[in-house]
């Protein structure tokens, strides 16, 4: 982190329903109109779900605005300091669904939320559990808790038949532990799983950026990818282990890059010596 950051970088949910998010688009945007803030946000019928980063004025106010609204007053913001802003425009669009699975899923039904402490509490004490990390294969790369599994889906819709599959292979009083970057998409799949009739279904709250600001890296190995310019940031301020390995040399790295040429833009793990040997490209 800069020694001496300018601005907040704020990532938040809230499934609530929104009889008319075209108006609150439009709300954001007058709210956001001469301010300097930077984000990606998307609103629909089921919610908000953003990621922003902001003055830290601009970014308290724009806290304070949504708290002192009923529908948003218990958002939670997870919050980290950098030294400029981390998205190239302000982005606030209108999405059909907060987490695209092609299907409606019960969200009076999700799992159980463990606070990062009960989280690690629940590690430590329950041997016989599934943990499940429920982000892509190239954010798991860089950062995953130890012993999770990474379900082989390739986009969010393939977690419906993951969880067919699961219902076939595991008893159902298995409790499931499942994680993602800042919790929304394991409301989400947590209700699947609760559909399918798992009974003891466990969500980290706040995903994994809470976990890094609360616990630091206690049952973490590795960076977190976040989708945003940073590309990767450590969860806490102690040291981890690296678990990341360069596309080229299969040697030690965190780093992830888009590839130079333009028609790729590819996004790579690298180290520097093979970056610079391809001059910024993911293959020669």
Not at 46 to 69: F, L, P
Not at 152 to 162: A, E, G, L, V
């Amino acid at each position: 982190m800069d020694e001496n950051p300018l601005y907040l970088v704020i990532a938040f949910y809230k499934f609530v329903t929104l009889e008319n998010p075209l108006e609150e688009v439009k709300n954001h945007k007058d709210f956001f109109k001469d301010r300097d803030i930077t984000s990606r946000i998307y609103i629909s019928e089921q919610g908000i779900n953003g990621q922003m980063s902001a003055s830290k004025e601009d970014g308290a106010a724009y806290m304070d605005m949504m708290h002192a609204r009923p529908e948003f007053s218990d958002v939670q913001f997870k919050l980290h300091y950098w030294h400029e802003q981390v998205f190239p425009r302000q982005s606030v669009k209108y999405r059909k669904q907060l987490v695209a699975i092609d299907r409606e899923a019960d969200m009076a039904r999700t799992g159980t939320h463990l606070s990062p402490a009960e989280w690690n509490a629940m590690l430590d004490e329950e041997k016989n559990r599934i943990l499940i990390d429920t982000r892509n294969d190239y954010e798991w790369k860089i950062g995953h808790f130890e012993g999770a599994e990474l379900p082989q889906c390739s986009t969010f819709r393939d977690f419906n038949d993951y969880a067919d599959r699961l219902e076939k292979s595991t008893d159902k009083k298995t409790p499931v532990m499942m994680y993602c970057t800042g919790g929304i998409r394991c409301e989400v799949y947590s209700a699947l799983l609760k559909e399918k009739g798992f009974e003891k279904v466990y969500q980290l709250e706040g995903g994994i950026i809470n976990y890094g600001l609360q616990e630091g890296t206690k049952k973490w190995k590795g960076k977190l990818f976040v989708f945003d310019d940073r590309l990767s940031i450590p969860i806490g301020d102690e040291k981890t282990e690296s678990v990341g390995v360069c596309s080229q040399c299969e040697s030690s790295t965190e780093n992830y890059y888009n590839c130079a040429n333009m028609d790729c833009n590819q996004l790579f793990l690298s180290c520097k010596p093979c970056l610079e040997k391809l001059h910024g490209c993911c293959r020669s």
